[in-house]
């Protein structure tokens, strides 16, 4: 080969290659045969990184035999692994054959099938339970906590000839010689059993019952697997989680598995813990140290400019822009148009040219002063200590952008009235959209004390490295204004105080989201005290101050009176500042803000999501007042479902609230040091949480004494 060719080659191979970035740690194997394995699976040592393991923990360890078969521990045959957190193994058929002669009762042993995937789950949603015989049925047991739950199917043909009826070869399986269901989420161990009824007269020959769990679609029925199933496995999908935390737990653990550029998710109710995701724009494998990397649009043409050389790469994200002298926005719709001033120029009177060129001058005065003026807001506001601050910051993608003001008033359609969405003494909230098409709220105060500048911007550096999923994100701020404008993420279904209030809505709140939303919160808030870079008193906790997306995911907002803590001191005195009805007495007396000022707020908020009353009433009479009072005398009496919320509670869920109540009790406590942490709170409510998730498996547990379910 000539040595050119050969070079061109090897370069082709190079870029191949290098376009599947390989999931794995330094020294690690890829593949074993035709499979790939993505970290946290791996296989064995590092060869490079002083011998560490290839895996995250021995839950995700493979063994490659013959560099063909992948096993898991127990000599499970993998068959593929996709990143997103689901395995494809083999697992048996389990038969049950009977010889004819000896078929008239009903004593044979059954072939059991067993199968533990503990930690890991196996998928409800990608594998069904499948009967195969005539005269046949099948059983599947799982342990949960606990308890043994049973399901299955069974098919009959009596006397019937299956073949006549059935057909020959039809693929489908529809419980005639072939039965399914559904299973159920979160098993981890599994037994199968094939079971035959006493036969009737037709069949003298011999038969055979197979049961077995197999992915969707991976099994074609055929009438003649009825006496003869060729297959001794099938593939099964189960579930990988990184731990059976959720991700508040994990968030504050050594231990988090995701890196940078990704999130955390573990809103799926058929996978037993936390796992995590690349965050939208970016790509990789999100376990590994490096984290996600940028996916550069502009090169892999998922762009939608007009041309690559009209797009601007950026982080999680693209711009198009056109090239100067062009208006446009340069995207595939817009395009980019040249300027034609010819005409305009022909027809101007030269009469008038004096008076425009006077004019022109006028006009560049007029902007030259108001550059000016913006450049003097922004180093008033503290424009370039934040400039050094992000530039010191290595991590780029968790700084604060620092917006232009044309960027926010046209966002804002100049702060048109019709777009306020909050109004308070902290100043107004506008609803806008940003030229990338990012929904935010703008937040405009009314004035802000010179001497706090640099607070001021210290606050903006470190909230907006806040990356919490239960936190509104700071995206960037704008110092070019008089008074400073923050730019938020926008939260689209209003704040948990109104949730509450309106008529209709509250309904919308069960117990299960209440217990979730006091669940985020309170992990938010915990993560504020005690894994932010720097420990946060957020001084505000209301329930005005969560506000509610979409699905109801609570986002703790609004952190204008939070002041960060000093790391040498736990105490700062200052102001007393907050909300009546959530405030502090002990603070209220002494000034000392200390993280249980939160403690005792979310307290009141607690005791908002058991009884959907206002914090604070005039209207009341005088004893109820003060909602938390009222609430805490109701408990001290032992009648505290007086106060709880008409319809929330039913004799299934009055554990839990009650458990509820003494914690908000708890969180109430008079004096400070006798409250608990957030973090305890945050766990203890996420205890009390997977109890009331997993309480109907009581209500199963005599399931199987029923001998046939479903067909
Ligand atoms: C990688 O595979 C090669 C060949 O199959 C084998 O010799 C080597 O030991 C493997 N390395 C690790 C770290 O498993
Ligand atoms: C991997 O290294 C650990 C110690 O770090 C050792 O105990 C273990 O035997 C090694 N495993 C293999 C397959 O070499
Ligand atoms: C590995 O290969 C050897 C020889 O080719 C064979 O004897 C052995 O059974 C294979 N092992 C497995 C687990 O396939
Ligand atoms: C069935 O049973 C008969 C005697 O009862 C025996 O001779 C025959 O081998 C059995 N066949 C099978 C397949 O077990
Ligand atoms: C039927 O079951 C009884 C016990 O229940 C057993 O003694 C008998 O041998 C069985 N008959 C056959 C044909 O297997
Ligand atoms: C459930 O656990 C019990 C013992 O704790 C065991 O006897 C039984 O076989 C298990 N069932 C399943 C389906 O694993
Ligand atoms: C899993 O099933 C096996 C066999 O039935 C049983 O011995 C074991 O106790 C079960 N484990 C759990 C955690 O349920
Ligand atoms: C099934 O196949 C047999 C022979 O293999 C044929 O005689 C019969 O007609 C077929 N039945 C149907 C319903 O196609
Ligand atoms: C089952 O066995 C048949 C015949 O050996 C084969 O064609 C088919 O692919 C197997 N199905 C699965 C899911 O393994
Ligand atoms: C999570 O797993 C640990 C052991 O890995 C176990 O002790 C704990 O009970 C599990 N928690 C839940 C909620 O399943
Ligand atoms: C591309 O984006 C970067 C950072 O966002 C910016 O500094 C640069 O000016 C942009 N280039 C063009 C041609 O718009
Ligand atoms: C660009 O302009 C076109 C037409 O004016 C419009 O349809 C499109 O939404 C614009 N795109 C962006 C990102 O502003």
Same mark, same amino acid.
């Given at each position: 080969m000539h040595p050119l060719i050969m070079v061109s080659l090897a370069l082709l191979i190079e870029t191949v290659?290098?376009?599947?970035?390989?999931?794995?740690?330094?020294?690690?194997?890829?593949t074993c045969g035709d499979l790939t394995i993505p970290y946290p699976f791996g296989i064995g040592n590092s060869t490079a990184q002083h011998h560490t393991p290839c895996y995250m923990d021995s839950k995700f360890e493979l063994t490659c035999v013959n560099n063909s078969k992948l096993i898991r521990p127990r000599g499970i045959e993998v068959l593929d692994i996709n990143p997103q957190g689901q395995v494809e193994m083999k697992f048996s058929v389990s038969h049950l054959c009977s010889n004819g002669s000896s078929s008239s009762n009903n004593t044979e042993e059954a072939n059991r099938a067993y199968l533990i995937v503990s930690p890991h789950t196996?998928?409800?949603?990608?594998?069904?339970?499948?009967?195969?015989?005539?005269?046949?049925?099948?059983?599947?047991n799982s342990n949960?906590?606990?308890?043994?739950?049973?399901?299955?199917?069974?098919?009959?043909?009596?006397?019937?000839?299956?073949?006549?009826?059935?057909?020959?070869?039809?693929?489908?399986?529809?419980?005639?010689?072939?039965?399914?269901?559904?299973?159920?989420?979160?098993?981890?161990?599994?037994?199968?059993?094939?079971?035959?009824?006493?036969?009737?007269?037709?069949?003298?020959?011999?038969?055979?019952?197979?049961?077995?769990i197999a992915k969707q679609g991976s099994y074609k029925f055929s009438v003649d697997h009825i006496n003869n199933l060729p297959n001794e496995t099938f593939p099964l999908v189960i579930n990988w989680a990184i731990t059976n935390e959720s991700c508040q737990i994990a968030h504050t653990t050594n231990s988090y598995a995701c890196k940078k550029n990704s999130e955390c998710v573990d809103d799926d109710p058929d996978y037993d813990g936390y796992r995590c995701k690349c965050l939208q724009g970016f790509e990789g494998n999100p376990y590994l140290p490096g984290g996600c990397t940028d996916i550069d649009e502009c090169a892999t043409k998922t762009h939608v400019c007009k041309n690559k050389?009209?797009?601007?790469?950026?982080?999680?994200?693209?711009?198009?822009?056109?090239?100067?002298?062009?208006?446009?926005?340069?995207?595939?719709?817009?395009?980019?148009?040249?300027?034609?001033?010819?005409?305009?120029?022909?027809?101007?009177?030269t009469v008038?040219?004096?008076?425009?060129?006077?004019?022109?001058?006028?006009?560049?005065?007029?902007?030259?002063?108001?550059?000016?003026?913006?450049?003097?807001?922004?180093?008033?506001?503290?424009?370039?200590?934040?400039?050094?601050?992000?530039?010191?910051?290595?991590?780029?993608?968790?700084?604060?952008?620092?917006?232009?003001?044309?960027?926010?008033?046209?966002?804002?359609?100049?702060?048109?009235?019709?777009?306020?969405?909050?109004?308070?003494?902290?100043?107004?909230?506008?609803?806008?959209?940003?030229?990338?098409?990012?929904?935010?709220a703008i937040k405009k105060s009314k004035t802000i004390d010179e001497s706090q500048i640099e607070q001021f911007i210290n606050e903006v550096d470190v909230v907006s490295q806040i990356n919490h999923r239960n936190v509104v994100?700071?995206?960037?701020?704008?110092?070019?204004?008089?008074?400073?404008?923050?730019?938020?993420?926008?939260?689209?279904?209003?704040?948990?105080?109104?949730?509450?209030?309106?008529? =209709?809505?509250? #309904?919308?709140?069960?117990?299960?989201?209440?217990?979730?939303? @006091? +669940?985020?919160? /309170?992990?938010? !808030?915990?993560?504020?005290?005690?894994?932010?870079?720097?420990?946060?008193?957020?001084r505000d906790v209301k329930s005005a101050n969560i506000l509610l997306d979409g699905t109801n995911t609570a986002k703790v907002s609004d952190f204008g009176a939070s002041r960060l803590i000093p790391l040498d001191q736990t105490e700062v005195a200052t102001m007393?500042?907050?909300?009546?009805?959530?405030?502090?007495?002990?603070?209220?007396?002494?000034?000392?803000?200390?993280?249980?000022?939160?403690?005792?707020?979310?307290?009141?908020v607690l005791v908002e999501l058991l009884t959907g009353e206002k914090p604070f009433c005039f209207g009341r009479p005088e004893e109820r007042r003060s909602l938390a009072t009222h609430f805490l005398s109701c408990l001290?009496?032992?009648?505290?479902?007086?106060?709880?919320?008409? =319809?929330?509670? #039913?004799?299934?869920?009055?554990?839990?609230?009650?458990?509820? @109540? +003494?914690?908000? /009790?708890?969180? !109430?406590?008079?004096?400070?040091e006798e409250r608990p942490s957030m973090k305890e709170v945050a766990m203890e409510l996420e205890g009390m949480r997977l109890m009331d998730k997993h309480s109907w498996i009581n209500a199963d547990l005599n399931v199987e004494e029923s001998p046939l379910l479903a067909s």
């Open positions: 290659a290098s376009d599947q970035p390989k999931q794995v740690l330094p020294g690690c194997n890829y196996i998928s409800s949603t990608e594998n069904k339970f499948i009967t195969v015989g005539c005269d046949s049925y099948g059983y599947l949960f906590t606990g308890g043994t739950y049973s399901t299955g199917c069974l098919t009959r043909c009596y006397d019937f000839k299956p073949k006549i009826v059935i057909g020959n070869n039809t693929g489908k399986c529809t419980g005639l010689g072939c039965c399914q269901v559904d299973i159920p989420s979160s098993m981890k161990n599994i037994t199968i059993e094939a079971f035959k009824f006493p036969t009737s007269t037709l069949s003298k020959e011999n038969s055979c019952s197979y049961s077995f050389a009209n797009c601007n790469n950026t982080l999680g994200s693209h711009t198009c822009f056109c090239p100067k002298g062009q208006t446009g926005n340069g995207t595939k719709e817009g395009g980019c148009q040249k300027v034609h001033l010819n005409a305009t120029r022909i027809v101007l009177p008038l040219g004096a008076g425009a060129l006077f004019m022109i001058f006028f006009l560049i005065y007029q902007r030259r002063k108001f550059i000016k003026l913006k450049e003097k807001f922004f180093r008033q506001n503290g424009g370039s200590i934040l400039e050094q601050k992000l530039l010191q910051r290595k991590d780029s993608s968790q700084i604060a952008h620092i917006f232009k003001e044309n960027e926010l008033r046209k966002a804002t359609n100049n702060f048109d009235e019709s777009l306020i969405i909050g109004r308070g003494g902290f100043g107004t909230v506008f609803k806008g959209e940003l030229d990338d098409n990012r929904i935010v994100k700071l995206l960037g701020c704008c110092l070019e204004t008089e008074v400073p404008l923050l730019v938020y993420e926008f939260v689209s279904n209003g704040t948990l105080s109104e949730f509450l209030r309106t008529q =209709g809505k509250t #309904n919308d709140l069960t117990w299960k989201t209440r217990l979730r939303i @006091a +669940v985020e919160v /309170a992990g938010a !808030l915990s993560y504020l005290h005690s894994a932010a870079s720097i420990p946060i008193i957020h007393v500042q907050g909300t009546i009805g959530y405030l502090d007495p002990e603070y209220m007396q002494t000034s000392q803000l200390t993280e249980k000022s939160d403690v005792y707020s979310f307290g009141v001290k009496k032992d009648n505290v479902f007086e106060v709880i919320q008409d =319809g929330l509670w #039913n004799e299934e869920n009055k554990q839990v609230i009650m458990e509820v @109540a +003494v914690l908000a /009790a708890n969180c !109430l406590r008079l004096i400070g």
